[in-house]
């Protein structure tokens, strides 16, 4: 596909930047927190919607997410072809060292010209807060079950791309331990989980201590997200996460251990 002039209107009043970024990200499958921005700087969103639209003219949401999703399909590719359980990944010229979630977004975004008017470490930004608003719509999924009208939809092709790198993905039914709570504690949950804040751990508490663990805890995908001191590792099948400090890398604050690599 052939790149577009470089450049947004020049009129900076002009009804293009009344819609931003946010407002032509796909929605189905994903919950983004209330008044979330992927980018602080006016440039690099005006930048990024205006690279989508050349894939995208009309901005509509099948077309925004067969866009993205064609960048993370890609990127699964190259996860496929170079992934080992060491998480290392062969280049080009025989070496082989670790990479980061960036530079496979970068490198997937090479194989789609109409990416290149936009400055480096954009795509892997928007990315990861794309997979943010998944991992939340998954979770919320497992509090109170698919919402009645997403039951009979599929999900499109960047949230299956993203399931498919994260190894994830939502549920019909909410699980037993949010089940049997009242519908208004339901709404606390998801509430506060949406806000990415705490939620109460005496509503779960059974009264069963051979659960606790000096050395660990059971976190959601949220406080995954939120938190920068410690390392996750395992991955088990209701979307919590066993947190474990590794005191050997302490000072080492990214997710490299999560579920993708950052920088």
């Not at 009129?11 to 293009?16: A, I, K, Q, R, V």
């Not at 919607?49 to 995208?56: D, L, T």
Request: glycine residues 6%.
């Amino acid at each position: 596909m052939p790149v577009r002039t470089p450049g947004p209107p020049n009129d900076p009043l002009s009804e293009w930047y009344a819609t931003t970024l946010e407002d032509v990200l796909p929605r189905r499958g994903f919950v983004y927190p209330e008044g979330h921005k992927v980018f602080r700087a006016r440039q690099d969103w005006v930048l990024v919607k205006w690279a989508i639209e050349a894939a995208a003219p009309d901005l509509e949401e099948d077309e925004v997410d067969n866009a993205l999703a064609a960048i993370m399909n890609d990127a699964n590719a190259i996860m496929k072809h170079y992934y080992g359980s060491s998480r290392a990944f062969a280049n080009l010229d025989g070496q082989t060292r670790n990479t980061t979630f960036s530079n496979i977004i970068e490198t997937a975004c090479g194989e789609h010209e109409w990416t290149a008017i936009v400055p480096i470490g954009r795509f892997p930004r928007l990315m990861k807060e794309l997979f943010r608003a998944r991992a939340l719509y998954n979770e919320l999924s497992h509090i109170r079950g698919l919402p009645e009208e997403d039951k009979y939809k599929q999900d499109g092709k960047l949230a299956k791309a993203i399931d498919e790198w994260v190894g994830t993905q939502p549920v019909v039914e909410p699980d037993e331990r949010y089940a049997r709570l009242g519908q208004h504690l339901i709404d606390y949950i998801v509430d506060k989980t949406t806000k990415g804040e705490d939620v109460d751990s005496d509503l779960f508490d059974d009264g069963d201590s051979e659960n606790d663990d000096d050395q660990g805890r059971w976190i959601s995908w949220t406080e995954l997200w939120h938190s920068k001191d410690s390392k996750y590792t395992r991955w088990v099948h209701n979307n919590y996460f066993w947190s474990k400090k590794d005191k050997e890398d302490e000072d080492d604050d990214d997710m490299t251990n999560a579920l993708l690599l950052t920088n």
